[in-house]
Structures are given as structure tokens and as C-alpha cells.
């Protein structure tokens, strides 16, 4: 039995968003394959994600030298902490979200830097950053309205590329993608090329 994390990073229902669609189809698909693993649902639009703040950074570097913490610093560094150990504890990932302004919703950009953390997800050596978090499998569902994937647009991509830097960094390697793109460039193709997306969600999920 695997323990699997599924992170929504989209407030908007799926009528609205496609990549609330991504995940509502993955989820559905992997629940009917995988009926024995526990899956856990992270709505990031829905948690408490107070901003990564100089007070939560203060905290959570003085609990890596062991020194007193005040008790702001003590109740946002156990809130960072508790978001990474539920991703640590988790056997696989599936994170959903959107490309917002060529990046990532803010409340996502928060969450990732909860999990940034040197000595539990990364360490550094004099060779550089090594990550720690080798033995996970991911999944990233990644929806955007224009074609980000080659041509002009391509260096605007700041959503799908970060989160994999991301993951990379953490020493992630085992990650497996379904984007869905140019849905609003070519509005009379929106309904096929999103279907496509659903099944290439539907079938990853299955084998995921």
C-alpha cells in the first residue's frame, strides 16, 4: 500500500480550470486502480499558508541550530514543518496547477517554500546542493491557456520548469507530466485538446 499526496494548487472549480479537471480525473482514475493505497487531499487554496516571512525563516533556522525559538517563531516554523513532513511522509506526489502570469499561483510558490528546507529535503556540499528526496514518485498536471512548449512564448514558461527545478533540486527525478496547452489560443480546438488531456491523465494515473 503507497501513501499518496494529492496537492490541488487552483481554487476554481473544474468547470473553470483545466488543470482542476486534470486532477479530478487523475484522482478519480487512480483511486478506482489503486484501491488499497491511502490518499491524502491537499487543497493549498483551502489551507492556512501564512507567507514564508522573515519571523517563519528566523524560526526555522534557529530550531536547525537548536536555539530558543519566540513563540511566533515556534507556532510558523511547526506550520512549515508540518506540510513537509506529510510531503516526506508520502510515497508518491501529484501536484495540479495552472501558469498564472508565466508563473505559479502564490499559494503554491508558499507551499514549495515550506518544503525548501537544507538538511531534511536538501543538503549543501562543496560540490553544491545535493537533494535528499531521491525515492519519490511524481506527478505534475499542469494546465496553460497559450502554447508555452516551443515558439515565442516558450521562455515565458515560469510554472512547469520551476516546479520540476524544484523537484530536481530535492534530488527528484522520477517525475511524470501531462500538460494541457493552447486551449484559449485556439478556442473552436479548447473541447479536443482538453479531452486529450483528460485521457493522458486518466491512463498516467492507471499505471501511476
Known amino acids: 500500500m503507497s501513501n499518496v499526496l494529492f496537492i490541488k494548487a487552483n481554487g476554481l472549480p473544474a468547470e473553470s480550470s483545466v488543470s482542476v479537471t486534470l486532477y479530478e480525473t487523475f484522482l478519480e482514475s487512480y483511486k478506482k486502480n489503486h484501491p488499497a493505497d491511502q490518499v491524502t487531499e491537499l487543497n493549498l487554496f483551502e489551507a492556512d499558508l501564512p507567507y514564508y ?12 541550530a537548536g536555539e530558543p525559538l519566540s513563540a511566533d517563531e515556534k507556532r510558523l516554523a511547526d506550520i512549515a514543518n508540518g506540510y513537509l513532513d506529510q510531503f516526506l511522509k508520502a510515497d508518491k506526489v ?35 546542493p545535493v537533494g535528499l528526496v531521491g525515492d519519490k514518485k511524481v506527478a505534475l498536471l499542469n494546465a496553460r ?24 533540486h530535492f534530488g527528484i527525478t522520477d517525475v511524470e507530466t501531462v500538460v494541457v496547452e493552447g486551449h484559449n489560443a485556439a478556442p473552436d480546438q479548447a473541447q479536443t485538446i482538453i479531452e486529450a488531456g483528460r485521457k493522458e491523465a486518466e491512463l498516467l494515473a492507471a499505471k501511476f
Open 53 to 64: 516571512d522573515g519571523v517563519m525563516m528566523s524560526g526555522l533556522h534557529k530550531e536547525v
Open 94 to 128: 501529484v501536484m495540479a496547477f495552472p501558469l498564472w502570469n508565466f508563473s505559479i499561483p502564490a499559494q503554491f510558490l508558499t507551499y514549495l517554500f515550506y518544503l525548501n528546507q537544507a538538511g531534511k529535503t536538501f543538503k549543501y556540499t562543496p560540490e553544491g
Open 145 to 168: 491557456g497559450g502554447i508555452y512548449s516551443d515558439g515565442p512564448m516558450e521562455s515565458y514558461e515560469m510554472s512547469l520548469n520551476y516546479v520540476k527545478n524544484i523537484l530536481n
